[in-house]
Nanobody
Framework: QVQLVESGGGLVQPGGSLRLSCAAS????????MRWYRQAPGKERELVAS????????NYADSVKGRFSISRDNAKNTVYLQMNSLKPDDTAVYYC??????????WGQGTQVTVSS
């Protein structure tokens, strides 16, 4: 059974930092591209960051470039999202996604990030 479990969310003041983790089980993580999405109330889910299976290439939404960093530790079956200089607009539920060709597409349950003073 495949499971993706996000952790590390919470309440943080503007300008603060959080590190999200996504622990995977039931799959061979190093064969999957990994992505972080977020969804704010009343808005569509958006792709925040992605990383290739080997970790050799990353991509970011324009809104988080220079502030967020995605990384992975395949030995630990874990993916991370380091979020710095957080803004109120970053408030959302953050989801971890594992994807590879031929219909392999898995999601975590999400973790809430709230940026507020």
């Amino acid at each position: 059974q495949v499971q993706l479990v996000e952790s590390g969310g919470g309440l943080v003041q503007p300008g603060g930092s959080l590190r999200l983790s996504c622990a995977a089980s039931g799959l061979t993580l190093y064969t999957y591209a990994m992505r972080w999405y977020r969804q704010a109330p009343g808005k569509e889910r958006e792709l925040v960051a992605s990383i290739t299976s080997t970790g050799g290439r990353t991509n970011y939404a324009d809104s988080v470039k220079g502030r967020f960093s995605i990384s992975r530790d395949n030995a630990k079956n874990t993916v991370y999202l380091q979020m710095n200089s957080l803004k109120p607009d970053d408030t959302a539920v953050y989801y971890c996604n594992a994807w590879k060709s031929f219909g392999f597409d898995y999601w975590g349950q999400g973790t809430q990030v709230t940026v507020s003073s």
